[in-house]
């Protein structure tokens, strides 16, 4: 799998990372199986795919426990991504966003903990705090960064205006937004801002929270608990109008013997070098799938054919009020 420099001053990865957040949280299957997850991230390593995405809010907590069971020993492999911030560290744990000085320190040292190293490599604000201004935050993860804590932070669903302020206190490693297929709406502003600033770009949900592998079909597959049984994309009559425009991908699927999950995947990769999704797997054959995508090369028609999918009916989220500040 090909290597790239994530942003100006960013870690070397491969170009396609893996999503842990499914192992633990909010997804069908979360948590039942840990041996498998490990399994999986251990193939990632072997496959070149070291980075590894998580976060403290995963479980809460779980998640990042699982990644150091999976490193241990293998930490010089593996690019650690985990994020801070939608936990008030502050009061009583709590959900809730806190971007303070004191909530970053109190932040990184739990994460340092559970994960079992003494660095993260890219150390993510999860959502922006309206209540603090950025550049308290950043200078707060200055420090860690000049102390050695962290290598490189990024900010996760921030606005343009604010990923520039962030910037000039110190440079972003990465910035961290939905897009896919499904989600093109960095393509406005966020993408231009981070091209024009040298910052790596991390897609999460690449795969449409799995409707672009086009193996969702109906919200019985999903377990009571699932994140996306509340999520507008995936609710009455938008599933159905939805489904038809992954129907879609699976024309081009078809055409080149692939899987429509490693259409979509080609297609991000075919955006640029500065751009690495984190598509989200608890299984080694569906790693072992994503990965194949980096090899698939969509001809400018087939390129065309995907720029000009309709746009998914449904918000990305039940509430959009945390993102794009």
Do not use: C
Not at 104 to 133: A, F, K, W
Not at 220 to 227: G, R
């Amino acid at each position: 799998m090909k290597n790239i420099t994530l942003g100006d001053n960013g870690p070397r990865i491969g170009r396609i990372g893996l999503g842990l957040m499914g192992m633990s949280a909010f997804y069908t299957g979360a948590g039942q199986d840990d041996e498998g997850s490990i399994r999986t991230i251990h193939r990632a390593l072997e496959l070149g795919v070291n980075f590894l995405d998580t976060a403290e809010i995963y479980g809460p907590y779980l998640n990042e426990e699982l990644l150091a069971k999976a490193i241990a020993g293998k930490r010089d492999q593996a690019v650690i991504a985990t994020k801070f911030g939608t936990i008030l560290h502050r009061s009583d744990d709590s959900r809730g966003l806190d971007g303070s000085a004191e909530n970053v320190r109190l932040s990184v040292e739990g994460s340092l903990r559970r994960l079992g190293t003494d660095y993260i490599d890219l150390y993510y604000q999860h959502r922006m705090d309206p209540n603090t201004p950025i550049e308290e935050t950043v200078g707060a993860l200055a420090e860690l960064i000049a102390e050695g804590k962290i290598r490189g932070y990024g900010l996760s669903e921030a606005a343009p205006a604010t990923i520039r302020r962030a910037h000039a206190v110190h440079p972003v490693t990465a910035v961290q937004t939905e897009y896919s297929l499904w989600s093109r709406d960095p393509e406005a502003e966020i993408l231009p801002t981070v091209r024009e600033l040298g910052i790596g770009f991390v897609p999460y949900s690449p795969l449409g929270r799995g409707f672009l592998t086009g193996t969702i079909r109906s919200l019985d597959q999903l377990d009571a608990t699932d994140f996306r049984r509340d999520n507008p994309r995936f609710e009455g009559d938008n599933l159905e109008a939805n489904i038809r425009i992954v129907e879609q991908v699976d024309v081009i699927a078809d055409e080149l013997g692939a899987r429509p999950g490693q259409i979509a995947l080609a297609w991000l990769l075919a955006q640029g070098d500065y751009i690495a999704p984190i598509p989200g797997t608890k299984r080694v054959s569906y790693l072992e799938e994503n990965v194949a995508a980096d090899a698939i090369t969509l001809s400018a028609e087939q390129l065309a054919v995907l720029n000009d999918l309709q746009a998914p009916v449904g918000d990305r989220y039940a509430d959009m009020t945390p993102l794009n500040r």
